[in-house]
């Protein structure tokens, strides 16, 4: 998953704090303490009129952010400076709590701006987005290196056993104190201002990182003259290739736009070899073209960044800093996670390659597989194994039907929920969807935007993100949105979708439900604000509900008729899931490894040629498989250079192994049932990080997790 949202919530971060040293001297900027007055004609001034605070998109000019954010870090400053002085000894009500009440102004602001820049960007909001960047990194300084300020904190952290907190308080002052501390609250004068400059770099080249990456996937997709060469799309896509196109400034042409991954999914049925090679090289360089988007020096200085402010933070590396509030808490646990599961993983991918070179040369292919050919073949190989092709499965795919009669019906067997479109809600973009979330009780739970289709103006990939967070201090509920980069279909046509698409919409669904459900009193600890490798658990536990029998059946109907899939094809569809995954996890590690291979550089060794690094860490970790190329490579790796999983990237691998053992206890335990929802949702979904985690799975479990039923459902035992 990934989420635009971090920068805000580091912000957000900077709302919690307390202690006293009263020699300190306040390091915050000067501030008036009486705020400016609202613009009248600037929505965001105050708070929303809508159901539930929804943000007035209707009421709302690009260049409204900017003035609303900057003016929000000045009232936040006002109010941190408030708590700050207060002569009154420090208590969690008058430190901690008051700070988790301040910046509504700043986070009402930036939370709608990086929801927007994420998903519909444009050049003003792109250059507000540069602009704010320092200043945002500045803000938070401000508030977490201030010595006055720490020493509040530290006071109360230092009393939290003798005071009379619930577990909840106690948590959020531990979380807290360790917050100040990995901002450098710890570190001399001299060394919170290199930090403050490291930060405000950091986050400047974070964000012309993804501004470059969506210009040069806009830049990068091929474009074809000939339709002979689509032979093998649907007619469906080849009109949604034309309308791009036309779109593009090129009627009578069609445009195959490029996804976020290497791979791209019209591989799997593009016939023309050459079209393929095009696709597959657009794609791996999209980013490294020499140009004004090559992001390549970006990120050769974003690593020497990083790798620094470890230093200076006393660890010996920046995965070491990052992983450390983490489950796995090292980064040698993480490699081990990972390179334990190489072996059997590319063992695996190299006899998938020897099949589908197999195919190729009783076609008389005359030439050696590669990773253009691996989708394609791969398809051939599927269909003659078990007969079975995408073509065949996606009119049984048809969106709103796996959306109402699939992710929303398996939310409702567990949970009891159910959804209701509405029309009176302003939203960004015209494919963006509205939903009232109303519990099991009929009371509303919570608000929810879906916003499925790829566009020029939006960051690839699917991630879920807050309007607005739960609150228990102030009874606010949750305005949840999910965004998607599924193909738009031409006018007129239905919007079908693959497999993997209809696993993304459960997939984002799950961080959904994650959201929906929480139920803490502070908005720190609520809902997803968990550790990275906890965050996909309950994500990717909401992926199996897609091929549960009686979901499945529930929305696998074609689309033309209304017939359920026929039978023997969903058995070929479930007998087929193991299908592949020696490319899938091969893939997958080569990413993950790739990332912390970047992350675990000394300061001394940071600055590395992006290319022969990326080919020599590859080598290192063996996972370079030509025919199987990283899901990301390092020139376009979002998640790791612009969207806050910098060494991070290993947690989907980390969370899978608590979703797959997860999904065990159901199947122990009687499967699909409200019971047992209610359990999973009291026991996971609503805790959010208000206690360890490890031990609140233990304690819905009944053990810790075991690795076996991963290995099992991917085929590698």
Request: glycine share 6%.
């Amino acid at each position: 998953m990934f989420r635009p949202l971090l920068l805000s919530s580091a912000i957000a971060l900077a709302l919690t704090a307390c202690g006293d040293r009263p020699a300190a001297e306040s390091t915050m900027p000067a501030t008036d303490t009486a705020a400016t007055a609202a613009p009248a004609e600037n929505a965001l001034f105050a708070a929303s009129t809508l159901p539930f605070q929804a943000p007035p998109f209707d009421k709302l000019k690009d260049t409204d952010y900017q003035p609303a954010i900057e003016e929000g870090m000045k009232r936040h400053l006002a109010e941190i400076r408030e708590i700050a002085d207060n002569p009154e000894a420090p208590t969690f009500e008058n430190t901690i709590e008051a700070m988790e009440r301040s910046g509504e102004l700043l986070t009402r602001a930036a939370v709608t701006f990086f929801a927007l820049a994420g998903a519909n960007t444009n050049d003003t909001l792109q250059a507000t987005e540069e602009a704010l960047a320092p200043k945002l990194a500045e803000h938070s300084d401000a508030v977490h290196l201030d010595p006055k300020l720490f020493a509040r904190v530290k006071a109360i952290y230092d009393q939290r056993d003798s005071l009379e907190l619930t577990p909840e308080q106690k948590t959020l002052v531990e979380h807290t104190q360790r917050n100040f501390e990995r901002a450098g609250a710890l570190l001399g004068d001299a060394e919170k201002a290199e930090l403050r400059k490291l930060n405000a770099e950091e986050s400047t080249l974070s964000t012309a990182f993804g501004n470059k990456l969506l210009a040069a996937g806009n830049a990068g997709g091929v474009f074809v003259t000939d339709v002979a060469e689509l032979d093998g799309l649907d007619a469906g896509a080849i009109a949604a290739a034309a309308d791009a196109a036309k779109a593009a400034g090129k009627d009578g042409q069609w445009l195959l736009s490029l996804q976020n991954t290497t791979q791209q999914p019209v591989l799997a049925s593009l016939k023309n070899r050459a079209l393929r090679e095009r696709l597959m090289a657009a794609s791996t360089g999209r980013a490294e073209k020499g140009d004004g988007n090559d992001t390549r020096a970006t990120i050769q200085r974003l690593a020497e960044l990083r790798a620094r402010k470890a230093q200076l933070l006393g660890f010996p590396n920046y995965a070491a800093y990052s992983i450390a509030d983490q489950m796995a808490a090292t980064p040698e646990v993480a490699l081990k996670l990972l390179t334990d599961t190489v072996p059997a993983a590319t063992a695996r991918a190299r006899a998938e390659l020897a099949k589908i070179q197999g195919v190729v040369d009783a076609q008389n292919g005359g030439f050696t597989a590669g990773a253009a050919d691996w989708d394609f073949y791969a398809e051939q190989v599927r269909k003659a194994e078990f007969d079975l092709d995408e073509a065949q499965i996606r009119p049984y795919f048809e969106l709103d039907r796996v959306l109402n009669d699939g992710v929303f019906f398996a939310a409702n067997q567990l949970y009891g929920i159910t959804a209701k479109e509405r029309k009176d809600i302003p939203v960004y973009h015209p494919d963006v969807r509205v939903f009232d979330i109303m519990d099991a009780d009929g009371k509303q739970l919570a608000l929810f935007y879906l916003d499925p289709f790829k566009r020029d103006s939006k960051q690839g990939g699917a991630w879920m993100g807050n309007f607005v967070e739960q609150n228990g201090l102030t009874g606010t509920i949750p305005v949840v949105y999910n965004v998607e980069n599924f193909t738009k279909p031409a006018a007129g046509q239905p919007a079908l979708l693959s497999f993997d698409d209809v696993t993304t919409l459960f997939h984002e669904f799950g961080h959904a439900l994650h959201g929906f459900f929480s139920k803490t009193q502070y908005p720190s600890l609520a809902g997803t604000n968990v550790p990275r490798d906890f965050v996909e658990f309950p994500s990717q536990f909401n992926e199996h509900w897609a091929l549960d029998p009686k979901v499945f059946a529930n929305y696998a109907k074609h689309h033309e008729t209304g017939e359920a899939m026929p039978q023997d094809l969903v058995d070929r569809i479930v007998k087929a899931r193991t299908f592949n995954q020696g490319y899938a996890t091969t893939e997958y590690l080569s990413a993950a490894l790739l990332d912390l291979a970047w992350h675990t550089l000394p300061p001394e060794d940071a600055k590395q040629d992006v290319d022969a690094f990326e080919k020599q860490a590859l080598a290192q970790y063996k996972v370079d498989l030509a025919a199987v190329p990283p899901r990301y490579r390092t020139s376009y790796f979002s998640h790791i250079w612009g969207g806050g999983y910098a060494a991070g990237y290993y947690a989907y691998f980390g969370s899978e192994v608590l979703d797959h053992d997860a999904f065990q206890w159901f199947r122990e335990n009687g499967g699909m049932t409200r019971e047992n929802g209610q359990v999973f949702r009291d026991k996971v979904l609503s805790i959010g990080h208000t206690r360890d985690l490890a031990t609140a799975y233990r304690e819905f479990r009944g053990k810790d997790p075991s690795v076996e039923p991963l290995l099992e459902h991917r085929g590698l035992k």
